[in-house]
Each structure stands twice: as C-alpha cells, then as structure tokens.
C-alpha cells in the first residue's frame, strides 16, 4: 500500500515510496501541465470529500494525504477509495510512532497528573498541519488545505484563524496553535460552508465523534487499560477538610458531579495534582474571574495587550465568558481577568483570545483563582 515515511534526515530524502494513482487522465493531465497544487488531509470523510471536491472543481491539483494514526485499516481503505473515485492522487503517511508519542502518552500524563488535556488541539497544531507542511514541502507544493470549517483572514501582514460561516460547526477553537507560516500556506475550502448543506450531498451522513483513540470508549477506561489502577486520594472541600475518598484523580474534571465519593450538591472544583486530592464545592464556586495561562501562541502581542474587545473561550462550545477581558504579562505568559466570569475552568484546558471573529491567540490555562 502507498506510504510516505515520517522519519528522513534531510528534506531532500522525505520522498515517497508510493506510487501515484494515475488511472485517471485528469489526474495524468494535471502532473504534466502548470497546474496549481495542494495537498490536502483527507479521512475519506464527509469533510474531507467535500474539501476535496471544492478544491478539484476550482482547478487545483489535489493529492490527498491520509495520515494514519491508529492503524485503522478500514479507515485507510475507505479513503483510498474515496480519493479513487473523485480522481485524485492519493497517498498514506504512517504517524502512528508520532502520533503515540505527542498526543495519546500526552493525554495520559496529563490526566494522571491532575490536568483536563486537549488533545484534539495539540494534534491539529503537531501532527496534521504539521505532517501536511512536511509532506507540500517534500513534494515542492506550496499549498495545504483540511476539511475543517474556519477561515483565514490577513491583516497588517498577518495572518488570522477565522471563524466560519457556519457558527454551529465552527472549528477555530481548535486550531489557535497554527504558526503563521503554516496560515500563510493554508486553504480553507470548508470555510464558507454549511454543515447540512454538506451533508446533503451524502447517502451515508454519519459521522465519527469524540476523541478518535478512545475508539468510542470512556476515557476512564482507556486510563485504566493504558495506566492500569490509579492511586486513590482525599475528597476534600475549599478549605481542605476531608469529605470521603476519590479512586483516581484521573476520573474527575472541573464541573463534574457524579463520580465516586462526590457528596450530594458538590462539584469538582479544581484537581490538586501535587497532593492526589479532588476538591470539591458548591456550583457557584465554578465561577472564577482570574486565568493564567503559558504555552501560548500569540499572533501579535501588542494588540493582545492593548486592544479592549477581546473576548476568550474555555471551551468549544458550552458556557464562555462573553465580555471583553482585560490581558497583562504574566510570568511566561499571561493574566486574563473578566467581569463575566469563566465557568469551571480546568488547568490543561486551553484558553482562546477572539477579537470579533477573528482568533488573536491562545494558551494553556496554568492556574486560576
């Protein structure tokens, strides 16, 4: 089967040992002519057929790259064949070392310590735009392009995240990491499109949700099977008394109610990592008004600082604070503090910078009070 190795010493030797499907003459016409390329991540999904699609229809030179993270066979067959029958080159890259190292040990070693992680952030920015970079480079293609709904703005000569048209499945949330040299590369095929009028177009609408490495599991049991028994602690409330037990800190997050030795009316208010205890509260205490966060990536920090309609989002969807925030330094990073408070931040979690529509940064919320 077509692969494309992920571990070469120079860029000159990242070259592929596949070989292109060529049994369209559309395809054949399009390597031998100026044709202008891009490569494009592609699952054989609703998205990334339609990114695909898009793309080939407005005259690109489309090679779809499958990154296989997981192995998973099924998934690999069906986008070969979905590439196959909309005529288009197609190739496979084997991520799964890469993918077990940066983001499933991730998820685990943060879970453990007491953090609630992202994984789906940290893949986007390390291993899909980053492995599309790779591979345009090695295949001299400038060009890169996913089927995810958001858009890119340029402004100032730089390069914004955008929401999409369609709010309801907006994606920017997720991709606040991108470097500017990726945005300055990137495609946004999906970004004027509408979900459901998408979905239109396919007989089979079903599509794949949640965590994809949990494999439709609870991420207590995928904890379990990976980290096997996780040490149990104190339940304890604001001011440190001791409420009953928790078996595995692991298993709880901000804003939960339900698990093992959580009293009736309480909710997790925050994980303390360095003394294995789940502190508890009422639900009004979920409300905190200052954030710290590190590990950002800004877009320009003198309009981060100085701009007053910033607003921030914990989450993709669900509860965020909607009025302006007010941005300092802060050590590595910085202190966000708002008048609408954030519900039940969680450290690990990120924390995205919006400006209107546009997407001013992000980071990792480190602490909170």
């Not at 288009?88 to 310590?113: K, L, P, V």
């Not at 590595?332 to 408070?341: F, H, I, Q, R």
Request: proline share 3%; aromatic share 10%.
């Amino acid at each position: 089967m077509p692969n494309l190795s992920e571990q070469k010493s120079t860029k000159s030797s990242i070259i592929y040992s596949f070989t292109h499907s060529l049994s369209y003459p559309t395809v054949r016409q399009a390597i031998f002519c100026n044709m202008k390329s891009v490569v494009l991540g592609f699952s054989g999904g609703i998205d990334s057929q339609s990114a695909a699609r898009c793309l080939r229809d407005e005259g690109w030179r489309v090679v779809a790259l499958t990154i296989d993270t997981l192995g998973d066979e099924a998934m690999i067959s069906r986008a070969q064949r979905s590439a196959e029958a909309l005529g288009i080159e197609w190739m496979r890259y084997d991520a799964r070392q890469r993918f077990e190292s940066d983001i499933i040990n991730y998820f685990c070693q943060e879970y453990i310590a007491g953090r609630t992680p992202a994984p789906c952030t940290r893949c986007n920015t390390h291993i899909k735009w980053s492995i599309l970079s790779e591979v345009a480079d090695s295949l001299n293609i400038n060009n890169i392009a996913t089927g995810h709904y958001f858009r890119i703005e340029q402004h100032d000569n730089r390069y914004y995240v955008a929401q999409g048209a369609d709010l309801t499945k907006d994606q920017s949330y997720y991709l606040w990491g991108l470097s500017q040299d990726i945005l300055r590369r990137a495609i946004t095929p999906m970004g004027e499109k509408i979900k459901s009028d998408v979905k239109q177009n396919f007989e089979d609408k079903s599509e794949s949700m949640g965590i994809c490495f949990l494999g439709g599991r609870h991420y207590s049991d995928f904890l379990r099977e990976r980290c096997g028994e996780l040490l149990a602690g104190d339940i304890v409330d604001s001011l440190g008394q001791v409420l009953s037990r928790h078996n595995g800190i692991a298993l709880y997050t901000a804003g939960q109610r339900r698990g093992e030795g959580i009293p009736e009316g309480y909710r997790v208010l925050s994980i303390d990592g360095e003394r294995n205890s789940v502190v508890v509260g009422k639900a009004d205490e979920l409300y905190k008004h200052t954030l710290y966060i590190n590990e950002c990536n800004i877009v320009s920090e003198s309009e981060l600082l100085t701009a007053n309609d910033i607003t921030i989002k914990i989450r993709g969807i669900g509860r965020n604070p909607e009025k302006p925030v007010n941005i300092e330094r802060w050590e590595g990073g910085y202190k966000v503090t708002s008048e609408d408070a954030a519900w039940a931040p969680a450290i690990g979690q990120p924390l995205v910078f919006y400006r209107k529509n546009l997407v001013i940064g992000g980071g990792i919320v480190a602490y909170f009070d």
